[in-house]
């Protein structure tokens, strides 16, 4: 069984009008792709019962909103773009009494702790002060509480080697059975909380944006109102930072930054 | 029952391989017309290596090949290429989105999320091929293909250097023709527009 569009849009309405979640502007073939997986995993025989479901069960609906929206993740992914923040980025940050950073759509806080790592080499944590935020409560709980799966951290020991770490990475987690239990001085600099990028507003001023791996998810015109949130949120010679297929290009806020060398930053001009 | 194929409707060809499929594109892309009038996706498993897959292939043709980017439109006689970890999408309003969700086969990008989605955007005016390789991925995005009114082909498991991928599509029934690299090339040239059916 496939859904059909039609049924797309019926189920983003209902989701706009019982809990005020805004999805229409997301890429359709994404979402499509998602509730199709959902209706396959939780065994729904029809469309009609799942849309029942998502309209008459609060629990569900969580679910719902957890597994349509993408949320895979890693520890310095990518790593020369964290080689840059470590080499680049850092240095001009520590200029500030008092460093503000927002990791938009953090997922379940990979990214996070990698940025921590990052300040507590630099010796910089504990003047920093890290706004961690995404529109699904369940990943920020798992975000709150660091811990992360075992078998990843082999990958995680190769990223952060090649992002220019030199420590003993094993050093920031404890093992427990297959979990990877981060240290707590990383997490203590870390501010959890819901924000909607879709309506909700900026709430603060940074230095530092990332949003990585979200504006793909979205459709051109959101992808520029969010731009334009950030753009509001971030301070002048700020930095902006999206993931490895997102651009600042063709958007209304690009001619206020400039990329940095060949990677995904940008920074904010004076004025 | 044979399909019946209207050469020159379809808007866009996408092709799909894994390990043994790069050598078949290495033999198919020279000998595409250079006047080619549909558009070109191709789905390759790899690992790592960003951009070097699209060095070496536009090295083979006078085509413009380029990695597809997010949100790009796509145009006809462009060869677009899956970008490394990402899934590849394609929207109704025939754009590209990337995804970076769990990996389907192990693989991203996984060649069965660019079929579907495919299939969806372009229904009848979709050609797929599925060539060697030794994972299940492609086989149900070519079905979904064919199933949308798609033309589907599949590389001879003969032929190719290794048979699991086609041996699956077949098994699924959803090739419309198994071919040969050579046949595979006589048939691209064939789905180009500017070929009027009485000229064949
Ligand atoms: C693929 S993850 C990216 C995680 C991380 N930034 C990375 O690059 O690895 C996308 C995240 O964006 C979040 N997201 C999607 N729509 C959002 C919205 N409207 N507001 C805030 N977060 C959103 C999802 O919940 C998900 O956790």
């Given at each position: ?62 679910r719902f909103v ?147 791996n979200v504006l ?56 | ?120 955007a372009y229904g ?77």
């Amino acid at each position: 069984m496939m859904i059909k569009d039609a049924e797309v849009d019926l189920l983003l309405t209902d989701l706009m009008d019982l809990y005020g979640y805004d999805f229409t502007d997301y890429s359709k073939a994404s979402l499509k792709r998602r509730i199709n997986r959902l209706l396959l995993l939780d065994k729904f025989p029809s469309f009609a019962e799942l849309r029942f479901r998502v309209k008459t069960d609060e629990d569900y609906l969580k679910r719902f909103v957890e597994e349509i929206t993408v949320n895979v993740t890693e520890m310095f992914r990518d790593p020369s773009f964290y080689r840059y923040v470590r080499e680049k980025v850092l240095k001009v940050l520590a200029t500030y009494p008092l460093i503000r950073i927002w990791h938009a759509g953090c997922s379940t806080g990979e990214e996070v702790y990698s940025m921590a790592i990052l300040l507590q080499e630099a010796n910089l944590l504990h003047k920093s002060l890290l706004y961690a935020t995404d529109l699904n409560p369940d990943v920020l709980e798992k975000a709150r509480k660091g811990i992360f799966p075992l078998v990843n951290m082999k990958q995680y020991s190769e990223n952060y080697i090649l992002s220019g770490g030199t420590h003993e990475f094993s050093d920031y987690y404890t093992a427990k059975y297959d979990h990877a239990i981060f240290n707590k001085e990383l997490s203590g600099k870390m501010i959890f909380a819901t924000h909607n990028l879709v309506s909700d507003r900026s709430f603060n001023e940074f230095q530092l944006i990332l949003c990585r791996n979200v504006l793909i998810y979205f459709d051109k015109d959101l992808q520029d109102r969010v731009l334009t949130l950030f753009d509001q949120s971030l301070d002048a010679l700020g930095f902006l930072a999206l993931g490895s297929k997102e651009t600042l290009r063709f958007s209304t806020i690009s001619n206020h930054y400039i990329q940095q060398d060949k990677e995904k930053i940008w920074r904010k001009k004076s004025s | 029952m044979e399909k019946e194929i209207f050469m020159n409707k379809y808007e866009l060809l996408i092709i799909g391989g894994s390990a043994g499929g790069l050598e078949v594109l290495l033999e198919v892309l020279p000998q595409l017309r250079t006047d080619l009038d549909y558009a070109v996706v191709l789905v390759m498993h790899r690992r790592g290596g960003d951009s070097l897959l699209t060095g070496l292939l536009s090295d083979k043709t006078k085509l413009a090949v380029k990695e597809a980017e997010e949100k790009e439109a796509i145009r006809p006689g462009v060869i677009y290429i899956a970008p490394a970890d990402y899934h590849l999408l394609i929207e109704n309003d025939k754009t590209f989105s990337l995804d970076y969700s769990e990996k389907i086969h192990y693989s991203r990008p996984a060649i069965d999320a660019s079929f579907e989605t495919a299939a969806e955007a372009y229904g009848p005016l979709l050609a797929g091929v599925l060539l060697s390789g030794a994972n299940a991925d492609g086989a149900e995005g070519l079905l979904q293909i064919k199933q949308a009114g798609g033309l589907t082909i599949v590389q001879d498991p003969d032929e190719a250097s290794v048979s699991y991928m086609p041996q699956q599509a077949i098994e699924k029934n959803a090739a419309d023709k198994i071919l040969t690299t050579r046949q595979i090339i006589g048939l691209l040239n064939e789905l180009n527009h500017s070929i009027k059916p009485g000229n064949r």
